[in-house]
């Protein structure tokens, strides 16, 4: 599976963006797609995430009831819409999928930077 992951860019505080992580290959063998992050300084830390088949989803506490991940079926694609963003988010977000079975996440998506002005 291949990930390309898009959508960042600059915003300011309470505003919007949505990122995008399309999957390519072999796109049925995956379970999870889940966004991470990763600030300056900082580790990478689990933000939202769906299963591939029921679409349930999940969520850090730290941006729960403002990110909204969802998944377009037809485009094997994931979509993480951001709303009242806050400079804390500011970080360089991947998307990265687990396929059935794994307990490790297998493939990565390349980074997408989204930066929230104060």
């Known amino acids: 599976v291949q990930l390309q992951a898009c959508g960042g860019g600059l915003v300011q505080t309470g505003g919007s963006l949505r990122l995008s992580c399309t999957a390519s290959g072999r796109t049925f063998s995956i379970a999870f797609m889940d966004w991470f992050r990763q600030a300056p300084g900082k580790e990478r830390e689990f933000v939202a995430g769906?299963?591939?088949?029921?679409?349930?989803?999940y969520y850090a506490n730290s941006v729960k009831g403002r990110f909204t991940i969802s998944r377009d079926g037809a485009k094997d694609t994931v979509y993480l819409q951001m709303d009242s963003l806050k400079p804390a988010d500011t970080a360089v977000y991947y998307c990265?999928?687990?396929?059935?079975?794994?307990?490790?996440?297998?493939?990565w998506g390349q980074g997408t930077l989204v930066t929230v002005s104060s």
């Open positions: 990265a999928s687990k396929l059935d079975g794994r307990t490790v996440y297998d493939s």
């Open positions: 769906i299963t591939w088949s029921r679409r349930s989803t």
